[in-house]
């Protein structure tokens, strides 16, 4: 870990102050790891800025899981020359996916890009700052806001190698983090002020495999659970093929973890899944949801779909489809396949038709809007716990236990507060609710249990 100069109030002058903007593009992973890096350039005296053309640091982390996303990090790199020519000692650096193992392509199409990172490797750029000896120290209590809400990274790789994934060769093998360096990391942030806490991996459900001891996610879970003044934990992504009994139970038992798997299937046919090389059967599958929606009846469930992969036929697009149908989930991420370069899946025939893929992602978009605006339907008049996240248009907004978002108006500052908030209304996409007068605050270190 890093550390900048000894903290100094800050007698700013206004040109003294050095900034920094970071772009991210991609998964929450690249978002907690640009979190990261930002308090770690705050901790080097840095200041963040929305406005790019005036940092003196600009960092662009970058995804390549689709072509799309390499697409929007090559424009902004565009700009970014112009930038350069105008201001050369501005200092800019591509992170994350986009650079791989040979850099040689990048730093001919960008030679204006002053460093090049691998996803989490930014100690280079750390490293180049702390040598520059005139960089200010600053308080950086306010650099590092107080977000309720933050993410932190368990694990960092995937030894999957599903056919049309891209992260194992760019993020590299799996490795996990020790316990006690993620609670440390978790004890940080709730003393800067956060409530809630969202485990990151690409599978978090083979957390700890790397460790000695082999700790699983449960105990990772257990232990911060223990956190005090830290109301809620969530995690992300899991794997139907590792996701065990002993998880779903930590899940179910535990007070603070909330009761919402995001559960990937991808596909609703066998033979597909196969080709994708997810390593579970469609039947498998079925159990898992049906196992854990008995340990956990109000478990917000959501799933992520890919549609068009090569050779898929209308009649397996179909069965994905019809599964969607039968398991109803909270909220589907429907994703057209687009080959990567260098995985398994790009030396197959990308045979489906863009206009027939657009049509089947049209076709899941449309039937998920209509599920989950009846499973939000069901859940008017009721009364849920909600973590107060930020303040937008007049109202309060926040999210359920199984991650639904809510607004609710309310006259006094509830930030970071659980609320009992009655659901007066909904969309397929978010709730609307009323305080009740005599209702209106949960005591804050003791979640109310039992509720979506
Ligand atoms: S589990 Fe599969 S899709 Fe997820 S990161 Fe690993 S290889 Fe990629």
Not at 188 to 208: P, T, W
Not at 246 to 255: C, F, G
């Amino acid at each position: 870990m890093h550390g900048g100069p000894p903290l100094r109030m800050a007698l700013l002058e206004g040109n003294l102050v050095r900034t920094y903007h970071i772009w991210t593009v991609g998964c929450q992973m690249n978002k907690a790891d640009s979190e990261r890096l930002g308090r770690e350039l705050a901790g080097l005296g840095y200041h963040e800025t929305d406005q790019m053309g005036k940092a003196d640091v600009i960092v662009i982390n970058s995804c390549s899981v689709r072509q799309n996303a390499e697409n929007r990090v090559a424009s902004r790199l565009g700009i970014l020359r112009a930038l350069k020519r105008d201001k050369p000692d501005c200092l800019i650096a591509l992170m994350g996916c986009m650079v791989g193992q040979d850099q040689g392509e990048l730093r001919r199409r960008f030679p204006h890009v002053d460093l090049f990172l691998p996803p989490q490797a930014f100690d280079a750029l750390l490293d180049r700052l702390s040598e520059q000896q005139d960089a200010p120290a600053v308080d950086t209590s306010r650099a590092d806001g107080s977000a309720v809400s933050r993410f932190v990274n368990i694990m960092h790789g995937c030894d999957n190698f599903c056919t049309y994934c891209i992260v194992p060769y760019r993020r590299g093998r799996e490795r996990s983090r020790s316990i006690d360096e993620i609670l440390c990391e978790v004890e940080g942030l709730v003393a800067r002020g956060a409530k809630e806490i969202v485990f990151l991996g690409q599978n978090v459900d083979s957390y700890g495999k790397t460790l000695p001891g082999k700790p699983d996610l449960a105990d990772l879970l257990r232990e911060t659970n223990a956190v005090p003044g830290l109301l809620r934990i969530r995690f992300l992504t899991s794997h139907p093929r590792d996701m065990s009994t002993r998880l779903i139970q930590a899940v179910a038992d535990l007070d603070k973890v909330c009761e919402y798997i995001n559960l990937p299937v991808q596909a609703g046919d066998d033979e597909v899944l196969k080709a994708m090389r997810r390593g579970y059967y469609v039947d498998e599958y079925r159990a898992l949801v049906r196992r854990i929606r008995a340990a956990m009846p109000e478990v917000g469930l959501t799933t992520d779909v890919i549609v068009g992969f090569p050779g898929e036929r209308p009649e397996q697009f179909e069965s994905t489809r019809a599964l969607l149908e039968e398991l109803r989930f909270d909220a589907v991420h429907v994703a057209v396949y687009s080959p990567r370069p260098g995985t398994i899946a790009a030396r197959m025939v990308d045979d489906v038709p863009p206009e027939e893929k657009d049509r089947r992602l049209q076709v899941v978009e449309r039937l998920q809007q209509t599920i989950s605006m009846e499973r939000h339907q069901e859940l008017v008049g009721r009364t849920m716990e909600i973590l107060v996240e930020r303040q937008t248009g007049g109202k309060w907004e926040g999210r359920t236990r199984g991650n639904k978002l809510a607004f609710f108006r309310f006259d006094g500052d509830c930030l970071g507060q659980l609320v009992s908030v009655r659901i007066t209304s909904a969309s397929a996409w978010s709730l609307q609710g009323a305080t009740d007068e005599t209702n209106v605050f949960q005591p804050t270190s003791v979640p109310v249990r039992n509720v979506s």
